[in-house]
């Protein structure tokens, strides 16, 4: 079992970026697919971004194409997502997670972490 732990959560105002981090321990990590997913008050979890194990495949939500970067190090056992141009709406508390084999946004991701809130004022 996978365990998954998010650090760099904070505020910020619109228009401005913040990076969040993933921490992964025990077993082979560096073979899953691994992703961001978040979760505003009231609303259901969605997709942010995911990336396959080679990092040769990536896939983002419509909402932050262009905006969000996701990054693995598989060295470190790793994952990060660059938040750029941020926009209230961004606002939740956002996931990391790990799962096989790579399908997007339709891996079956089988461990979780916490999460970590970012919060976006106008």
């Known amino acids: 079992q996978v365990q998954l732990v998010e650090s760099g959560g904070g505020s910020v105002q619109a228009g401005g970026s913040l990076r969040v981090s993933c921490a992964a321990s025990?077993?082979?990590?560096?073979?899953?697919?691994m992703g961001w997913f978040r979760q505003a008050p009231g609303k259901e979890r969605e997709f942010v971004a995911a990336?396959?194990?080679?990092?040769?495949?990536?896939e983002y939500a419509d909402s932050v194409k262009g905006r969000f970067f996701i990054s693995r190090n598989n060295a470190e056992n790793t994952v990060a997502l660059q938040m750029t141009s941020l926009k209230p709406e961004d606002t939740a508390t956002y996931y990391c997670a790990v799962g096989r084999p790579w399908s997007g946004r339709n891996t079956n991701f089988s461990s979780w972490g916490r999460g970590t809130q970012v919060t976006v004022s106008p």
């Open positions: 990336q396959s194990w080679t990092g040769g495949s990536t």
């Open positions: 025990g077993g082979t990590v560096h073979i899953y697919t």
